[in-house]
Nanobody
C-alpha cells in the first residue's frame, strides 16, 4: 500500500523559510518520479517542482526560491522554501508517480503572512 506522509508546514512571515518533507512507503522510492504540487484557495492544483533522475523542474513562480531534494536511502523528498511570499500560501501535496500509477499525500498547509 503506497503511503506519502508530509510534514513541515506552518505559518511564517513574508520573507521567511519553511522546509517540507515527504516520506514514502509501499513502493520502490528510488524508481519513483517525485513532485510537489500546491493548491491555493479558489485555484487549480499546480506543479511546484518535479524530479526525474538528475533533472528537477520548477514552476516559474518559485524558481530561485524553492529547492527540491531527495534522499532515496530514507525514501524522502524535501522542498526547501525560501523568501516566501503571501502568494505561496496553499496546501502543498507530495506526489509519487510509480509503475502502478500516481499517488498523493494528504496535503499540508503553508501560510505566509504579509
Amino acid at each position: 500500500q503506497v503511503q506519502l506522509v508530509e510534514s513541515g508546514g506552518g505559518s511564517v512571515q513574508s520573507g521567511g523559510s519553511l522546509k517540507l518533507s515527504c516520506v514514502g512507503s509501499g513502493f520502490t522510492f528510488s524508481h519513483a518520479v517525485m513532485s510537489w504540487y500546491r493548491e491555493a484557495p479558489g485555484k487549480e492544483r499546480e506543479l511546484v517542482a518535479g524530479n526525474v533522475g538528475r533533472t528537477t523542474t520548477y514552476a516559474e513562480s518559485v524558481k530561485g526560491r524553492f529547492t527540491l531534494s531527495r534522499d532515496d536511502a530514507k525514501s524522502t523528498v524535501n522542498l526547501q522554501m525560501n523568501s516566501l511570499k503571501p502568494e505561496d500560501t496553499a496546501v502543498y501535496y507530495c506526489y509519487a508517480n510509480v509503475a502502478s500509477g500516481g499517488f498523493w499525500g494528504q496535503g499540508i498547509q503553508v501560510s505566509v503572512a504579509s
